[in-house]
């Protein structure tokens, strides 16, 4: 699955800076889980409030993901874009664990 981040860079420029889910390190992955409240998920305004509460701690998460995007970048996405990124990888957690436990049995 890939992913998009969209932000204005520093002349003004939309700029779309792009990842795919199936080069996702499993750490991001396993700490971007730890920080969200995964009962929540499906609610976007909940889902939304948690981003915000857990920026400081996304934020190098998503500059992980997104190889070359900025702080001053990421200030100017959208809210709404960041809660589809996450959303996007939490299911792809979730669809990965789930094939993984069907291999074990």
Same mark, same amino acid.
Do not use: H, W
């Given at each position: ?10 002349? #003004? @420029?939309?700029? !779309?800076?792009?990842?795919?889910? /199936?080069?996702?390190? =499993? #750490? ?11 009962? @929540?998920?499906? @609610?976007?305004?909940? +889902?939304?409030?948690? !981003? /915000?509460?857990?920026?400081? &701690? +996304?934020?190098? =998460?998503?500059?992980? +993901? =997104? ?13 709404? @874009? /960041?809660?589809? /990124? =996450?959303?996007? +990888? ?12 069907? &291999?074990?049995?």
């Amino acid at each position: 699955m890939e992913l998009k981040l969209k932000v204005i860079d520093s002349n #003004g @420029n939309a700029k !779309i800076y792009r990842a795919d889910t /199936i080069d996702c390190q =499993f #750490g991001v992955v396993e700490d971007i889980l730890n920080v969200l409240d995964v009962d @929540n998920m499906d @609610n976007k305004a909940s +889902l939304a409030a948690m !981003i /915000i509460r857990s920026s400081k &701690q +996304l934020k190098p =998460f998503l500059k992980d +993901l =997104f190889d070359g995007v900025t702080d001053e970048e990421l200030r100017t996405a959208k809210m709404s @874009n /960041i809660v589809e /990124i =996450f959303k996007g +990888l939490y299911n792809y957690a979730i669809s990965e664990l789930s094939a993984l436990s069907k &291999q074990g049995n």
